[in-house]
Structure formats: C-alpha cells, structure tokens
C-alpha cells in the first residue's frame, strides 16, 4: 500500500496533450497526488512521473516541461 500514490499519477494529466494538471480536475487529482506522496523521496516521485509519461510515448521535450510545471506546482503546495 505503501506505493498507492503511484496509482493517482494518471489522473493529474490530460488524456489527448497529456499535460500536468491544466484541467480542473486534473488539477484537483494532481493535489490529491501531491497529499499521497508526503514522506516519498521526491527523486523516487520525479521518475514514476517521467516514466507514466515515458509509456505514454512522450518525448524528452513534453516531459521535461511537464515535470517543471510540477516542480512549480509543488512549491505552491502547503
């Protein structure tokens, strides 16, 4: 139960642009996902990430801008 967080990551991007969060419900997942991995190594976070969007057939571009705009969302998060 402990990796439960993992199961949340699809919900926080967009089905056609896989983009993280820009849709209110997205949004609303992607809070819910940032709540779930409170005590996880966030390095561990960053490539669960990276790897949902690698599977998705994502390139190194999208992801790399997806995961900024989680870094930025995260430092909004308290």
Not at 10 to 35: P, V, Y
Not at 46 to 74: N, S, T, Y
């Amino acid at each position: 139960m402990a990796d439960d967080w993992r199961r949340k990551i699809s919900g926080c991007f967009g089905d056609i642009d896989l983009k993280f969060a820009i849709h209110a419900l997205d949004r609303e997942r992607a809070m819910d996902l940032f709540r779930a991995v409170a005590g996880v190594d966030w390095r561990e976070v960053e490539d669960a990430l990276a790897e949902f969007m690698k599977r998705k057939g994502c390139g190194p571009e999208h992801i790399e801008e997806q995961l900024a705009r989680v870094r930025e969302m995260r430092s909004h998060f308290n």
